[in-house]
């Protein structure tokens, strides 16, 4: 897992998720959740037609790679626009762009579905919404539960949503807001030709078991195939001092920075080993 930025501009982000439909958005989801309050047998219903028009910036944003297992998603599975909150604890953020991400079918579905654990003690806040909330009161809401992916210092800022998530501490680590590197590293055995994550910091263990519970991170394909690209980065960096001919070396030390690049499967293994080998 490497960490990732988002694209703001209206050029990568349809218009849908903001301004003035996002606050229609939020309006839908809070008339659906008061719905709900008062009549507990009429749960909300999603729309995922909506969320599905993200995946072409959003995979583009993580090259093609899962955002958690950071596999070619051609190899372990399609993606999918992945809610990192689930919208069925957070039903708030349903239809908020900063809650998307792209993931491998495998992380998303099987492994993570609905789970979420956190360490904080305090859940991310919903919005002040009773059964008896009025539609004035539900119209002063709209645009004050989650950010604009555009207008990131209006109404309910970007800034808010990032204090909010480190508050919460959530065990499942956010590429677009954690930076995973300080929190995993990396383990080879030879002998069974695998790679595994491990904790960087033996405080990082929850984070690490949260990931091989509901990420599915040291899934026994993905260290397989860790460790295929773990032993070629291990030759090249080997193979470097003992080139003369400049040609060569000059090809290896490329091909070295190319595994190193966020495009490159697995490269926040390889910067791990580029640091130790």
Known sequence: ???LQRLRTSGAINAKYRGAAKRERDIELMLAQRSFLIDNTKPISFRSAFWKTAKTQLKKESFGKCAYCEANTDVVAHGDVEHYRPKSIYWWLAYTYDNYLFACQICNQTYKSNNFPIRGVNLYPSPLLLDSSTDAEINLLAGNISPDPIDIGENYTLQTYSDEHFQEQALLLNPYFDNPEAYF??????????????????????????????????????????????KSFRIFKA???????????????????????SSYNFAGMNRYFNTIL
């Open 185 to 230: 590293a990396y383990e080879a055995d030879d002998l069974t030709q695998e790679v595994k994550i491990i904790p960087r910091e033996t405080q990082y263990a929850e984070y690490v078991k949260a990931a091989e519970d509901f990420y599915g991170i040291n899934r026994i394909e993905l260290k397989n195939l860790r460790y295929s690209v773990f």
């Open 1 to 3: 897992m490497i960490s």
């Open 239 to 261: 193979s470097i001092p003992a080139i003369s001919d400049p040609n060569i070396r000059r090809d290896l030390e490329d091909q070295i920075e190319d595994m190193l690049s």
